[in-house]
């Protein structure tokens, strides 16, 4: 019996242990307190002036804190499962009984003390944070915009950004970017703090003449070191406002801005990036962000703003940090063609990473002589433009060698090969190279600026998918004596990616169609989250596919205000399909019953570059069904030679826009001249 009692009064103890553990650790925060971004409670750094590692001493005994909290509860957990496991095995002896309840019960009050150690841990420094005026009294929580104020831009004057809007778990290295639909005057977005401007070849060089057009969103990179700050272009804090929400005080995010100018036009710039001087978010705490774009940013012609015509003059997102940075690095998911693959020559090189990637080093315009060297077909003959589209997560490769038109009269550009165009029997192998960044340490992915291919978070390629940090092959050498348009044998090795394929000299004509839609034509009681989704039937031309609108009606407006209808578009192609899903805003705001039209034009193309014309889509024939239209017999120029009844010609004339998909009302006129007036007959018949 002393042995039990003297053991039982050693769990007793150890409780008490516990006890007087939270309760220091309760007393000690009260002066251990962690910077969030860049809170200091009234204190300075001091890492500039002293040799000290750089971590803040109060974030570190912040951690340390959480992690004796987390390792005591995993104590307490093992407490109570060894009780439980006590009693399991009493076998009808009441004492071991007895006995095991007691532990539980000691395991139980440990657990409570650690989960309210969590609780009071947080207020304390929330309460801290609170009284230096530095954080109101939820910086966590997110912002509310109100009734969408500001959101309906998005899928109409923005065409995408990153992070996404409402994004979770966005990395704290991050950039952000925005691409427009149209193109917009850099010098209401960028500040040309490096002084450069317009030089040969639509390079930028150092100004010397005050006559010259400047250079917004470059950096300056021949240097023996770089420093984003001194060496790049600015961010205009007063057009586009990055803030972290929530503090009482807002503080707006200092960035580098860049761009990539479009076919090489000083007024085509679409697609901005910023680069944070500083790391967004904080060490301990998630945190939402907020980008404000705002009534200042003008079009290219410096007159008419960005966001006229719209009920609210500017546009906003939030996304939402976590504690992390980012050090995975992307992959391809798949190409088109795929490795080994036989193409006609109309066809759009199409390339899928594994998340979204740097646009300035990811899009550019290839030609012999220009500076665009990260992806390259190792031969100078082919030239076009790399375009990112997707959330920034798919390139896709237009020649610039016109072939004729598609069925839509729009002009069909070629890959240029070594073949006489009449002769049909003549093909040609292609290989693709895509150049990964150097890294810095190569203990990770951290790549160095300008360098390669590389993600948001500034993560090299990994382009064998590893997971192995093996650098620029041939020890960055790349080219063939010195000429980087050429693909170098030693650069077909880790962690470059390439492959080859086959052009044939022939032109492929057959049009996409619309193979299924979701939810059904005419569909009736659609839920406000409702998956919507358009299923074509050939891999796309996914940069295309931004012109996909979808419109609520009428516009949904409460107590005189605006409730902005936004929605942006994600594509993937498999099985030889592409599928692009629409996400929106809830349908049916504040609980009123509103009708929505997807429209599709004729600027959505096939990896074939041809349009919807003859264009097909889903025959319904009970309101909400969603039966697939499925054409499997063509002639030689591609149109279709049977017509299955589950589909119905949705366009009337290859010179007009797609008209009506389709309606299970037959007193509907179906088909329309182009998209507009289709939409607008609808929405006449919907009153």
């Not at 989960?115 to 609170?130: D, E, K, R, T």
């Not at 948001?456 to 004596?481: F, R, T």
């Amino acid at each position: 019996m002393l042995p039990r009692i003297l053991h039982n009064l050693r769990v007793k103890k150890s409780a008490k242990v516990l006890l007087v553990l939270f309760l220091a650790a309760f007393l000690f925060v009260g002066v251990a307190v962690y910077a969030q971004g860049d809170l200091n409670f009234g204190l300075q750094p001091v890492q500039n002036s002293i040799g000290l590692a750089s971590t803040d001493i109060r974030i570190i005994i912040a951690r340390i804190i959480r992690a004796v909290l987390g390792l005591l509860g995993v104590i307490a957990v093992v407490i109570m499962i060894y009780a439980g496991y006590t009693i399991m095995t009493a076998g009808g002896d009441e004492e071991k009984v007895v006995y095991g309840k007691k532990i539980m019960i000691n395991g139980v009050i440990g657990l409570i003390i650690i989960l309210s150690s969590l609780a009071i841990v947080q207020y304390v420094l929330n309460a801290l944070g609170q009284a230096t005026g530095m954080f109101g009294s939820d910086s966590t929580s997110k912002p509310k915009i109100e009734t969408f104020a500001g959101s309906g831009a998005l899928g109409k004057i923005i065409k995408d950004h990153y992070p996404e809007k409402d994004q979770i778990g966005v990395k704290r290295n991050t950039k952000i970017s925005v691409t427009f639909a149209e193109p917009i005057d850099p010098a209401t977005i960028i500040s040309n703090d490096n002084n450069t401007c317009w030089g040969p070849a639509g390079l930028p060089v150092i100004c010397d003449d005050i006559s010259k057009t400047p250079y917004y969103g470059d950096c300056i990179t021949n240097k023996p070191s770089f420093d984003w700050s001194k060496d790049c272009d600015h961010l205009l804090t007063k057009n586009v406002e990055i803030f972290a929400s929530g503090l009482a005080e807002k503080k707006l995010t200092e960035a580098a801005a860049m761009t990539v100018y479009e076919d090489g036009d000083a007024k085509n710039a679409y697609t901005f990036v910023f680069k944070p001087f500083e790391p967004i978010g904080d060490s301990l705490q998630d945190m939402w962000y907020t980008v404000n774009l705002n009534a200042d940013i003008m079009k290219k012609d410096g007159k008419t703003g960005a966001f006229d015509g719209q009920h609210y003059k500017y546009y906003t997102w939030n996304f939402k940090t976590d504690t992390t940075f980012d050090f995975d690095p992307p992959f391809i998911k798949s190409t088109y063609p795929m490795l080994g693959d036989k193409i006609p020559r109309n066809t759009i090189i199409q390339i899928n990473f594994s998340e979204a990637m740097d646009p300035i080093m990811t899009q550019g315009l290839l030609k012999k002589d220009g500076d665009f060297t990260n992806m390259i077909f190792g031969s100078t003959a082919v030239s076009g433009e790399w375009m990112l589209s997707n959330g920034y997560a798919t390139a896709e490769f237009t020649p610039n060698e016109e072939c004729g038109e598609n069925s839509c009269g729009d002009t069909m550009y070629c890959l240029q090969i070594d073949c006489e165009f009449t002769d049909k029997n003549c093909k040609q192998d292609l290989a693709v190279l895509n150049r990964t960044g150097s890294l810095i340490d190569k203990k990770t992915f951290e790549a160095n600026p300008f360098s390669g291919l590389m993600d948001m978070s500034g993560n090299a390629l990994d382009g064998n998918k590893d997971s192995i940090p093996n650098g620029q092959p041939n020890n960055g050498i790349k080219g063939v004596d010195g000429d980087l348009h050429l693909i170098g044998e030693p650069e077909k090795a880790p962690d470059n990616y390439w492959w080859n394929f086959t052009v044939k000299n022939e032109i492929d004509r057959k049009p996409p169609y619309v193979n299924k839609v979701t939810p059904g034509l005419d569909a009736g009681g659609v839920s406000k989250n409702a998956f919507t989704q358009i299923t074509f039937s050939r891999p796309m031309w996914i940069g295309t596919l931004d012109s996909i609108g979808l419109e609520e009606f009428p516009e949904a407006n409460v107590d005189g205000k605006w409730i902005d209808f936004w929605f942006f578009r994600r594509s993937e192609t498999k099985d030889n399909k592409t599928y692009t899903e629409l996400k929106h805003r809830e349908y049916g705001a504040n609980g009123v019953d509103y009708f929505y039209f997807p429209k599709i034009s004729s600027a959505v193309k096939s990896l074939n570059q041809n349009c919807l014309y003859p264009g097909y889509g889903p025959m319904m024939q009970k309101a909400g069904e969603s039966p697939e239209c499925l054409i499997t017999e063509y002639n030689d120029d591609g149109v279709p030679t049977k017509v299955p009844v589950d589909c119905v010609q949705v366009t009337t004339d290859s010179k007009t826009d797609t008209g009506c998909i389709q309606t299970t009302d037959k007193t509907v006129k179906i088909l329309q001249p182009d998209v507009p007036k289709c939409v607008d007959y609808l929405k006449d018949i919907s009153k």
